[in-house]
C-alpha cells in the first residue's frame, strides 16, 4: 500500500521557521520525484517545491526561493521541507505527493514544473498558520 505521510505543521508567528516531514512507503522511492504542494483557503492548490530522489534535482515556486529548501534522506525515505522568514501568505495546508521520474525530469529546469494533475500518490496535508 502506497502511503505518503505529511507531518511537522503547526501555528507560527511571522518570520519563524517549519520544518516539515513526508515519509513514504510502498512504492521504489528512487524511481520517484516528491513534490510540496499547498491550498490556502479558497484557492486552488499550488506547487511549492519538488525534488528528483534519484538525483537529487529540486525545484522551487518564485514564491518561496530563498526561504524554503527541500531535502531527502533516502535511507528513511523521507523528504523535508525546511521554510525560514515565513509569510502570513504562506499559511495553507500542506501536502506531499510522488509521481514516477525515471528520467529525472519533473524537477529539473526542461521539466512541466509542478502540475497537480501529473502527481500520482498525495498523502494528507498538514496545516501550516503563520500570523502577522
Known amino acids: 500500500e502506497v502511503q505518503l505521510q505529511a507531518s511537522g505543521g503547526g501555528f507560527l508567528q511571522a518570520g519563524g521557521s517549519l520544518r516539515l516531514s513526508c515519509a513514504a512507503s510502498?512504492?521504489?522511492?528512487?524511481?520517484?520525484?516528491i513534490g510540496w504542494f499547498r491550498q490556502a483557503p479558497g484557492k486552488e492548490r499550488e506547487g511549492v517545491s519538488c525534488i528528483s530522489i534519484s538525483d537529487g534535482i529540486t525545484y522551487y515556486a518564485d514564491s518561496v526561493k530563498g526561504r524554503v529548501t527541500i531535502s531527502s534522506d533516502n535511507a528513511k525515505n523521507t523528504v523535508y521541507l525546511q521554510m525560514n522568514s515565513l509569510k502570513p501568505e504562506d499559511t495553507a495546508v500542506y501536502f506531499c505527493a510522488a509521481v514516477p521520474d525515471l528520467t529525472n525530469y519533473y524537477c529539473g529546469p526542461y521539466g512541466p514544473g509542478m502540475l497537480v494533475r501529473k502527481y500520482r500518490y498525495w498523502g494528507q496535508g498538514t496545516l501550516v498558520t503563520v500570523s502577522s
Open positions: 510502498g512504492f521504489t522511492f528512487d524511481d520517484y520525484a
